[in-house]
């Protein structure tokens, strides 16, 4: 896949982790999708970071040249909605991006009283 930038300024990552076991990425330059991944994946937590790195790379694009990080924030399962939305706001601080997403998900958290 050859992809050219007009402009690395606009470059926008979009993360969707809210169908089970399925991670999704999109590069975007405006309207225009200039790389995209999709992987049915049982290991969102794992394999997030280095899908994104393997979507930059093939893109050829900086983390540094990322202008925005989108996040679809749900509803979705609880720890791959949970996952996407986590690495989303932890790279939109590092690239000093004033951006904080809120997850939704399909329901509320099943968390029980520890047994000891």
């Given at each position: 896949m050859t992809v050219r930038l007009l402009k690395k300024n606009c470059v926008e990552l979009l993360i969707d982790t809210t169908q089970q076991n399925k991670i999704v990425?999109?590069?975007?330059?405006?309207?225009?999708?200039?790389?995209?991944?999709?992987?049915?994946?049982?290991?969102i937590s794992e394999n997030l970071l280095?899908?994104?790195?393997k979507l930059l790379?093939?893109?050829?694009?900086?983390?540094?040249?990322?202008?925005?990080?989108?996040?679809?924030?749900?509803?979705?399962?609880?720890?791959?909605?949970?996952?996407?939305?986590?690495?989303?706001n932890a790279l939109n601080f590092a690239l000093g991006l004033d951006k904080f997403v809120?997850?939704?998900?399909?329901?509320?958290?099943?968390?029980t009283k520890s047994r000891k």
């Open positions: 990425l999109r590069l975007l330059q405006g309207r225009r999708i200039v790389g995209k991944f999709s992987k049915a994946d049982v290991k280095p899908a994104i790195a790379k093939k893109a050829r694009v900086k983390l540094s040249d990322i202008k925005k990080v989108s996040v679809n924030p749900g509803p979705g399962g609880f720890s791959s909605t949970r996952t996407g939305v986590a690495t989303a809120m997850p939704k998900y399909d329901k509320m958290p099943n968390i």
